[in-house]
């Protein structure tokens, strides 16, 4: 099928192409992957965003370790202290971003040094949806090209809007149908944070609530926790209200009536007293740390036919790296 919009994630893309070879080498693969692969899937007059991380502090030349910024690092200081550090990431990226440059205003680059590239999709939709509204041109269909599950928080199936998860190849998205089947629960955005908070993610070092070192549950918590995001979830719950309800079974006396309810319970009762949900708050504060407003971070240019040739040449004859020709982003 062909989609209105396509957000692409770069950091995905990079470790997708990443191979022996030059700078340039690894860029045009990245390039060649989204000429070849992910445009043609585009309607004709459809937009391609083009979504980055912020790049390393190693990247940056700051030190040899690596060393992530961004606003979750500063609510969860071991954020991603796990990364290795992956040589020609940031030169990679500036070429990338050069070459799409002056494309015109169907090809747009994100960027930021605090948020990530999963936090303009839900910005990215509204976009489809008001572009709906506002032309009357029907329903609309967007492709998040990524293998992050962060970005599975954002699958919809209504009759005015699909979303899909391309992990692996066009010919076979992944749907929110896909998604229940494997994890048993609907992605809303509150019941995937929900399910990361209670039980972690290794790719990005968050450990979960339910798996402090020293915290001793009387229960099998992990059931629990698996109930309480399925509930969540059928409920349709919102961030906003997931957070509202913590608060509300910490701070009140009502007696637990619903898997949520007895899960807050059971994190309450741990030992030591109180750290599992405080945990389970600051993994919710990081992971709900979504951009405001992406279009500040937004960029597109005239198209420039003669800088596209010349970005083209670089690329493809020259394997010139265009930090040395044209400077830094």
Known sequence: ???????????????????????????????????????????????LFLLFD???????????????????????????????????????????RKYYAYRGPSVIEVYSDEYEA????????DQANAEMFKSGSGPQAVALWSTDQDWARYLIDTSNTVV??????????????????????????????????????KSDNIVGAVFMKKAKFVIPIKTMGLEAVKYVSEKEWAQDRLKLEINKKINGNA?????????????????????????????????????????????????KTEMNSIMKAAINKEKTPFGKRFGRV
């Open 118 to 125: 999963d936090d303009y999709v839900a910005w990215i939709i």
């Open 54 to 96: 912020p790049i390393p502090q190693d990247d940056l030349q700051l030190d040899k370790s690596f060393t992530y910024i961004g606003i979750r690092k500063k609510i969860l200081p071991d954020y991603k202290a796990n990364r290795s550090y992956a040589p020609f990431y940031a030169a990679a990226m500036q070429t990338l």
């Open 164 to 201: 899909h998860l391309i992990s692996g190849s066009f010919k076979k998205p992944y749907t929110r149908a896909d998604f229940k089947k494997e994890f048993g629960f609907n992605p809303t955005a509150a019941a995937n944070a929900l399910y990361k908070g209670l039980f972690g993610d």
């Open 255 to 303: 007696e637990p009536d619903n898997p949520f309810d007895r899960l807050i319970v059971a994190l309450r009762s741990a030992e030591p007293r109180l750290n599992a949900i405080d945990k389970l708050n600051n993994n919710l504060s990081a992971i709900f740390s979504l951009c405001q407003d992406p279009s500040k971070f937004a960029t597109w240019n005239e198209e």
């Open 1 to 47: 099928m062909l989609y209105n919009y396509c957000a692409v994630d770069c950091a995905c893309l990079f470790h997708k192409c990443k191979m022996n070879g030059s700078v340039a080498d690894i860029s045009a693969k990245m390039i060649d992957r989204i000429e070849r692969e992910i445009r043609k899937h585009l309607e004709k007059d459809g937009k």
